[in-house]
Nanobody
């Protein structure tokens, strides 16, 4: 089982940057594929932002390409999402997700990112 705790969200001005962290607990963190999703105000569904496989391959959704970078540090059981050039439409709760075909899917509680003047 994996427990995930996100941090690093906050209020930032348009054009600003943030680095989100997702701390994992439990054994075998390194075998899970990891991802970031976000849920904007008033939206019922979470939007996929970026993923990183257990092997380190990265994938990005349309909203993230060129602006966001996902990375992981298995020794520290951390996954990061570097956000740059933030815009008001990036305002959302950002969630961390871990999944494995055998051991299941886990979500964190989310961290709020607000982009506003």
């Amino acid at each position: 089982q994996v427990q995930l705790v996100e941090s690093g969200g906050g209020l930032v001005q348009p054009g600003g940057s943030l680095k989100l962290s997702c701390a994992g607990s439990g054994t075998r963190f390194n075998i899970y594929d990891m991802g970031w999703y976000r849920q904007a105000p008033g939206q019922q569904q979470r939007e996929w932002v970026a993923s990183i496989t257990a092997g380190g391959n990265t994938y990005y959704g349309g909203s993230a390409k060129g602006r966001f970078t996902i990375s992981r540090d298995n020794a520290k059981k951390l996954v990061y999402l570097q956000l740059i050039s933030l815009q008001p439409e990036d305002t959302a709760v950002y969630y961390c997700k871990a999944w494995h075909t055998t051991y299941g899917t886990y979500w964190g509680q989310g961290t709020q990112v607000t982009v506003s003047t």
